[in-house]
């Protein structure tokens, strides 16, 4: 008989294992090694993960763009009668699953990780995530750095604002700009590992102005950076 509940309890501790393990399998889920890239900045939040915040600053970018809403839009209630509720609505028509307060998340990470690479000098990255035309220019950067034997240094303080300033439709894709006000520590080092441009301890504002464009057509969810613009 006691062989009989020995062999009762290893069933029933069998049991509680097994049901253990599938809960724990439907809270942390499972890979296998086939899922793909983990980043997906412009994604449904729920899919977005975080990225390191040592970043640079970006060389050559042109003046703010023209016709540019100062201060249009950061996470509060989107102004009505502007062209900019007016283009946020066509890129919601044109795509349903557009979502103005996940996509500025997901510009935020996409701000790092493009700074990020480009501080890497990360080209395959890069380029997953420009257009040719603004690949070309960050690659030239890098090269030219590289030829110069010069590194860059930019600690990312902080992003004090993510302000969503022009959207718009072009054909069938879709438009958004947004106004990224950071606070940064920027340096440039030289050959010998000297300070050439920029200071240790001072902090600046950087105000950028990026625009982001997708196909709304297409299966592809990414966003794309096709423009960069500054106030410097």
């Keep these: 008989m006691s062989g009989g ?3 009762l309890d290893i069933i029933l501790f069998a049991l509680v294992a097994a049901f253990l393990i599938l809960r724990l399998r439907s809270v942390l889920g499972r890979r296998n090694g086939h899922e793909g890239p983990t980043r997906d900045p412009f994604e449904n939040a729920s899919r977005r993960e975080k990225t390191d915040e040592k970043v640079v600053r970006l060389p050559d970018r042109s003046d703010k763009p023209a016709d540019l809403e100062p201060d249009a839009m950061e996470d509060g ?4 009668g502007t062209p900019l509720e007016v283009g946020l609505t066509q890129i ?6 557009f979502n103005i307060n ?7 990470i996409a701000f790092e990780m ?4 480009f501080a890497a000098g990360d080209t395959d990255t890069l380029k997953a995530l420009l257009s040719p035309e603004v690949f070309g220019n960050f690659s030239q950067s890098i090269r030219e750095r590289e030829s ?6 930019t600690t990312l303080v902080g992003i004090k604002s993510t302000d969503v300033v022009e959207a718009y439709m072009a054909g069938r894709t879709a438009h958004v700009t947004i106004k990224f006000i950071t606070q940064q ?3 440039i080092r030289g050959k010998d590992g000297e300070i050439v441009d920029g200071d240790l301890s001072e902090i ?4 950028d102005f990026w625009t982001f464009a997708r196909d709304t057509r297409s299966s592809d969810p990414n966003w794309m950076l096709v423009a960069t613009g500054s106030l410097d």
């Design 5 to 7: 509940y020995q062999f």
């Design 77 to 80: 209630p989107l102004p009505e």
């Design 92 to 97: 919601r028509v044109a795509d349903p699953s």
């Design 102 to 108: 996940e996509f500025q998340s997901g510009s935020r």
């Design 114 to 117: 493009i700074l990020t690479a």
């Design 148 to 153: 110069a034997g010069e590194t860059m240094e």
């Design 185 to 187: 520590i920027n340096v």
């Design 204 to 207: 600046i504002d950087v105000t």
